[in-house]
């Protein structure tokens, strides 16, 4: 497993009778940026469990590299905004699980120090509903980071933001990279994320494509993903996609996100 940090073999995951993962190889390795693509109820939130270790596969194997430590950011609409905590409060919470009463110094420092590299120090007394999207994406990568993780797992991290949230996200998420942090997220969005990532992999319950977006955005890739005929336009060098029966009525996209690399 040189350069793996987590490898899944032939992989396959059921909630009951219905199979959520089919036969699922993945190599995810050190320092590396891949977006899961696939539409709702296609595996993709399991696939991160699996990968953070809180779904267990029926048959397959996963390989963790020892010692290899995973943060995960969950979706935020799955989160209780109206939960009586400061951003700081809910920073030190990743390492216990609940408010630290008394938090030390070292603990006070350390919040301090991943929030001023994300940027947003000046909201730790702040409470959590009082951010906008951004801000709170950036707080539970914060959270994220307090784990000190060579992996970060984010499940739809641009679902439901604006364009300019989206943009400031992707290039968040690309200076991590940089500094070394391999990431995996899963995402709906084509054309505002999927497009602007250096690696995908489409799944459908099963892999259906992996490699770069120019490898995987075609438009059989996506019919098997998405189960719809798309079309594939190249616009200032970047894959636009469209359904096929929309091409004519579709301009194509003015809001362009900002690649990471």
């Known amino acids: 497993m040189t350069g793996s940090l987590l490898r899944l073999e032939h992989v396959t995951c059921r909630y009951g009778a219905e199979t959520v993962l089919r036969d699922v190889d993945l ?5 590396t940026f891949t977006g899961v693509v696939g539409p709702s109820g296609s595996g993709k939130t399991t696939l991160l ?11 397959g194997s996963v390989h963790r590299t020892k010692g290899v430590a995973v943060s995960y950011v969950p979706q935020l609409e799955t989160v209780n905004w109206n939960f009586p905590v400061t951003v ?7 390492r216990t699980g609940r408010v630290l009463p008394w938090p030390s110094r070292h ?10 590299r994300l940027g947003i120090s000046g909201l730790a007394k702040r409470h959590i509903r009082q951010l906008s999207g951004g801000q709170q994406q950036r707080m539970f990568i914060a959270r994220a980071l307090l784990r000190r993780p060579r992996l970060l797992l984010m499940d739809e991290p641009t679902s439901g933001v604006d364009v300019a949230t989206r943009h400031e996200i992707l290039h968040l998420l690309g ?9 995996v997220l899963t995402t709906h969005d084509l054309n505002g994320m999927a497009a602007h990532l250096p690696h995908l992999v489409c799944l459908q319950t099963s892999v ?3 490699g770069a977006p120019a490898d995987v955005i075609t438009p059989d890739v996506l ?28 301009p194509l996209p003015r ?5 990471t690399r």
Do not use: Q
């Not at 469990?49 to 048959?59: E, I, Q």
């Not at 603990?107 to 001023?116: F, N």
């Open 175 to 183: 200076e991590l990279n940089d500094g070394g942090l391999g990431i």
């Open 49 to 59: 469990r699996v990968l953070l270790g809180t779904v267990k596969p029926v048959r």
């Open 27 to 31: 190599d995810v390795r050190a320092g």
């Open 107 to 116: 603990e006070r420092a350390e919040v301090a120090d991943v929030l001023d």
């Open 88 to 94: 700081e409060e809910c920073v030190l919470m990743s």
């Open 223 to 250: 019919e098997r993903t998405f189960g719809a005929k798309m079309e594939v336009l190249i616009h200032g060098g970047m894959p636009v996609v469209v359904d096929s029966y929309e091409r004519a009525a579709v």
């Open 255 to 259: 809001d362009e996100a900002v690649p």
């Open 208 to 210: 259906i494509g992996v």
